[in-house]
Each structure stands twice: as structure tokens, then as C-alpha cells.
């Protein structure tokens, strides 16, 4: 029998009026959790992860930064956590939080190694091709299901559209897509079959790196390969995983998110009837309100240390709160909306382990295509149930909806 997950003892600092990232009203409403830990805690705040375990959660805009910007201080590599030896082998989240031999979780002169390589394969992709493709592929998606009239926009399109760009970025094939998206999806939930997904995206990756050994093409994979750091088949293999769910979970969710958005906020109907504007706003505000990834694991203490007015163990585990800092009231004082174009949010993360930028561009080039192309297909699109009825995902990493049924005037099939 499996031991229970430990939780520390009455007194400790990191159990005290703990929070718990799991349970139906986390999954529901989690920006109420994070503006009552920040009443009580302040700006990071002691939380418990599934099976009883626990962390500090940043909530903190600032504390954030500073966390992400003091990798002397706060490491990225998970195998400094102090609880692994009394943690579960079947521990649902374990996929996310051990340390492997990736650019994620290196440190020092290997990240910058690894870094570079990566950096250099993302810079690849013309953002002008990118954008031509991932119109091609938003137009198909649509034919599958135009002539029904309903259609699910997170399993028939959010989904797929950006996978489906990723898969062209790597070199993979298309039929690759279900797959993918079994894997990554039951990964990031943190559920059963986390671990088994987890070993499934890296055997799907080291295919891919093995073909282009022998056969390289004009693709990610390929530059990875040749590139002067003379990465390994399991360093890329590695690498490679940590972009796909990085790029598809974020994208992803990011367009679920902004189009949640549109069809339940009055102010974004001119954008349903064939507008533009209000795509780029509606996506900047998604990012600040229901930002896909709301939470990542994370950091880990080198050392006893001070954050946010709470005393940190070495070895403790240490989650950054990117919904709860991009509500932060010591940059939204008002409580109100950003002004449109702020582009200040930490949903890509920040410091030498933030979001590369070219990966942030080609996701901004996806969703904003998909969205495009959707409302010029379906311009009377519409919630087909009550905007209450709408599920989000149990997952303490991702702010992400079940589904998103919708209706619309059945369409034509493009030639």
C-alpha cells in the first residue's frame, strides 16, 4: 500500500491556514482563494498540493519577479526538494515537479547550453509562414464541423489548431495529433495517467529526433541536431517535450480562454460580427484575468531566506503564482482592467527561465489566426449553454475550460 503524502506538523509555518490547490471550489473560483490568502498571508502564501503536500505559493508581482530573477537563491532544479525521499512514487504531480535532464530544469552554463540551442530552433519559423499554415489548418478544422452547427471549441479547435502548427514547427506528422493530445492533457491534470502521458511524449520525441538524424529537413527538430552544442538524442528528446507543452497547453488555452471571453463580455460583440480589434484586446486581457498557465512548478530554496514576509526553508518547494501576481492590487490598484496594449503580465514568466520570445510571438501568431479565422467563418457565433454551466479543468496548473459548446448558422465548406 502506498504511504499517504506527508503534510507537515501542527505549528509549521508552511502548514498553518494552508490553502488547498485542489477541490471544487480551487477548480471554480480560484481567483477568490488568491485574493483571500493575500488578506491573510500577503504576498506569498503557505498552499497544499494534492495528497496533503505543501509549498509557498507567490502571489506577489513583485516577490515573483524577484523569485524568477534570483536563481542563486530560488533553483530551478527540483531534486533540492526536501520532502522527495517521503513523496509517493504514484504521486499524481510527480511528472511535473521531478527534475529531468532538460533546458527546464538546468542551472548555470548547462541552461545557457541548452538555451541557446533552443532559442535558435524557435527563431527558425518565419512568423509570416506560420501565420499561412496555421490559416490552412483553423480553415479545415472549421470544414469538420461548420455544417453542424454546434461544435465543441476546446476539443475540435483550441486544441487542435495549435498542436497542429507545433507538429509543422518539429517535423512531426499530423497523425501524430491524437496521440499528443491524450498524452498532454492527462500530464498536465495531474490525474492517473499523468506518468504514463508524461513516458508517451518522450517516446513520441525521440522518434522524431532519430528520423532527423538520418533524414534532417526544414524543421525544429532539425536545427536542434545540427546545432554547434552538440546536443544528445536524449537532451533533444527532453527539450523537445518541454517545448510541446509548454506551446500547446499555453496556446491552447489561451484562445479557450479569450473566446470564453468574447461570447459571454458585451463589450466584444463588434469583434463576433467581423471586427479586429478587440481580438488583440481580448486576447491581452485573457492573459491578465484567466491566464492559461495560472500556476508552475516552480522553484526551489538553496537556502534559508526571506520572501514576501515569510520565512523560507532550504529545500522547500516554491510555486509561482502568475494569476494571482497579474492581480496583484500593487499593480491593479483599481481593481479594474488594464489599459489596453499593457503588455505587463507575467504569464510568460520572467528572468533567464521565462518564455523565449520568439515562443511567445509564434503563440501570440497562433491564436490570434485562430480567432481570426473562426469569426470570419462563423461570424454569429454564439455560448450554447449558460455561461455558468461552463466546466473548468481540475488542475492546479492550468485555468482551463472542459469544453466550450457554441452555436451558429450552419456554414459552407471551403474549396
Known amino acids: 500500500m502506498t504511504e499517504p503524502a506527508p503534510t507537515p506538523p501542527p505549528g509549521c509555518p508552511a502548514h498553518a491556514g494552508a490553502a488547498p490547490l485542489y477541490g471544487p471550489r480551487f477548480q471554480t473560483d480560484p481567483a477568490q482563494v488568491y485574493q483571500e490568502l493575500r488578506a491573510t498571508h500577503g504576498p506569498v502564501a503557505p498552499v497544499e498540493l494534492a495528497g496533503g503536500v505543501p509549498a509557498w505559493l507567490v502571489i506577489g508581482y513583485r516577490e515573483l519577479q524577484l523569485v524568477t530573477s534570483q536563481s542563486k537563491v530560488f533553483g530551478r532544479d527540483a531534486d533540492r526538494w526536501r520532502l522527495w525521499d517521503s513523496i509517493p512514487q504514484d504521486w499524481p504531480l510527480r511528472p511535473m515537479m521531478t527534475s529531468a535532464p532538460s533546458v527546464m530544469y538546468a542551472e548555470g552554463a548547462e541552461h545557457q547550453r541548452r538555451r541557446a540551442a533552443v532559442d535558435e530552433a524557435l527563431a527558425s519559423v518565419d512568423p509570416y509562414e506560420l501565420k499561412k499554415y496555421c490559416e490552412e489548418i483553423a480553415d479545415r478544422l472549421i470544414d469538420e464541423f461548420s455544417g453542424r452547427g454546434e461544435a465543441d471549441l476546446v476539443a475540435e479547435y483550441a486544441h487542435q489548431v495549435p498542436l497542429l502548427a507545433l507538429c509543422r514547427m518539429f517535423g512531426l506528422g499530423e497523425e501524430e495529433t491524437p496521440r499528443l493530445i491524450r498524452a498532454l ?231
Not at 207 to 217: C, G, S, Y
Not at 273 to 292: C, K, M, N, V, Y
Not at 298 to 313: E, N, P, V
Request: aromatic fraction near 6%.
Open 185 to 415: 492533457v492527462a500530464m498536465v491534470d495531474g490525474g492517473p495517467g499523468a506518468q504514463a502521458g508524461a513516458v508517451d511524449l518522450l517516446a513520441v520525441m525521440l522518434q522524431l529526433v532519430q528520423e532527423r538524424r538520418e533524414r534532417p529537413a526544414a524543421d525544429m527538430a532539425s536545427v536542434l541536431v545540427a546545432h554547434e552544442a552538440a546536443l544528445t538524442d536524449d537532451e533533444i528528446m527532453r527539450d523537445l517535450r518541454v517545448l510541446l507543452i509548454a506551446g500547446h497547453q499555453t496556446t491552447a488555452y489561451w484562445i479557450s480562454n479569450a473566446l470564453r471571453l468574447m461570447l459571454t463580455d458585451d463589450r466584444f460583440a463588434a469583434s463576433l460580427s467581423g471586427g479586429r480589434r478587440s481580438i488583440g484586446q481580448a486576447l491581452g486581457e485573457a492573459l491578465w484575468e484567466d491566464t492559461p498557465t495560472q500556476i508552475f512548478a516552480g522553484r526551489w530554496a538553496t537556502r534559508d531566506t526571506q520572501l514576501g514576509g515569510q520565512k523560507i526553508s532550504k529545500g522547500d518547494m516554491v510555486l509561482l503564482g502568475f494569476a494571482g501576481a497579474n492581480t496583484d492590487p500593487a499593480v491593479r490598484p483599481d481593481g479594474g482592467r488594464p489599459a489596453e496594449g499593457n503588455r505587463a503580465y507575467l504569464s510568460f514568466s520572467y528572468g533567464d527561465h521565462g518564455c523565449p520570445h520568439a515562443a511567445a510571438e509564434a503563440a501570440e501568431v497562433i491564436a490570434t489566426t485562430a480567432i481570426e479565422v473562426l469569426l470570419d467563418r462563423l461570424p454569429d457565433l454564439r455560448l450554447a449553454v449558460a455561461e455558468s454551466a461552463l466546466v473548468w479543468r481540475p488542475s492546479a496548473w492550468v485555468r482551463a475550460l472542459v469544453a466550450l459548446p457554441v452555436a451558429f448558422t450552419p456554414g459552407y465548406v471551403t474549396e
